[in-house]
């Protein structure tokens, strides 16, 4: 579904934040990125949907190369992209439901987008997102009065609306307690089961990833240092990946 050649992102001052990387990913995978902060996972996930440009290298997907498509096919593609920030990305004095409904915004006419007016069926289909992520007796409240979760349920519920074929995940946990953020990631594992939609997901802790991957990728200075199973990642693995001074709870 998913095909990177040799991808490589230089920022001025001469950063390499991604630096020759080259992967497959195969449809209906739950892949997992993981890596210390600085690691290029943010950036390789950026560069998938050309938030970031890509210095050098070429990206597929479904055999089409998004990065030579031009700004209106960049859009059209970017439909079937779904995607899910840390810091969740709402509209925060906007409703809940008017959040969800913005996951629409690129099927509908300019003069619709601009007055905020939607056909029908889409405040069906964002009613039925809410019920889905546990959360649609919110709907008429404002996104600022929810707690993390919640609004992270409510951007997962918006980037579904796009009925995407590749959802990426920028650290989607990275700002919730423990519980919580198993709440989130297993409404990513139901999504990626139950629909069929592929999943990105860059996380910082191994023991999230050993639960909830199909495959684990680990990146260091922008570089693949481990590609395969959760279950492969051993202490010696783990130190490489994270350095000595790893805490060693996350692989017990």
């Avoid at 990913?25 to 440009?53: H, M, P, Q, Y």
């Avoid at 684990?216 to 130190?239: E, S, W």
Wanted: neutral net charge; proline residues 3%.
């Amino acid at each position: 579904m998913l095909r990177i050649e040799h991808l490589t992102k230089v920022f001025p001052g001469g950063v390499v934040a991604v630096d020759d990387l080259s992967v497959i990913v195969a449809d209906g995978e739950f892949l997992v990125i993981i890596g210390l902060s600085g690691s290029g996972k943010s950036t390789l996930l950026r560069c998938v949907n050309r938030l970031v440009e890509p210095t050098s290298g070429k990206i597929f997907l479904d055999d089409v190369e998004v990065t030579r498509l031009s700004p209106a096919r960049l859009r059209e593609t970017r439909k079937e992209i779904g995607m899910i920030f840390q810091q969740f990305n709402l509209v925060r004095r906007s409703s809940v439901l008017t959040n969800v409904l913005t996951g629409r915004l690129g099927t509908v006419s300019s003069w619709q987008s601009a007055v905020g007016r939607f056909p029908l069926q889409d405040y069906h289909r964002a009613y039925a997102n809410l019920e889905r992520v546990g959360i649609v007796e919110k709907a008429y409240q404002r996104a600022d009065t929810l707690s993390g979760g919640q609004q992270q349920r409510v951007a997962i519920a918006r980037a579904l609306m796009q009925e995407p074929k590749l959802m990426l995940a920028d650290e989607p946990v990275a700002s919730l307690d423990p519980a919580t953020s198993h709440s989130v990631m297993k409404y990513l594992e139901e999504i990626n089961r139950q629909d069929g939609i592929t999943v990105l997901c860059n996380l910082h802790f191994l023991s999230l990833a050993r639960r909830y991957a199909t495959r684990v990728i680990a990146l260091k200075a922008g570089r693949i240092v481990f590609d395969g199973l959760p279950r492969d990642i051993d202490r010696d693995r783990f130190r490489e990946i994270y350095g000595e001074e790893a805490v060693e709870v996350e692989i017990a």
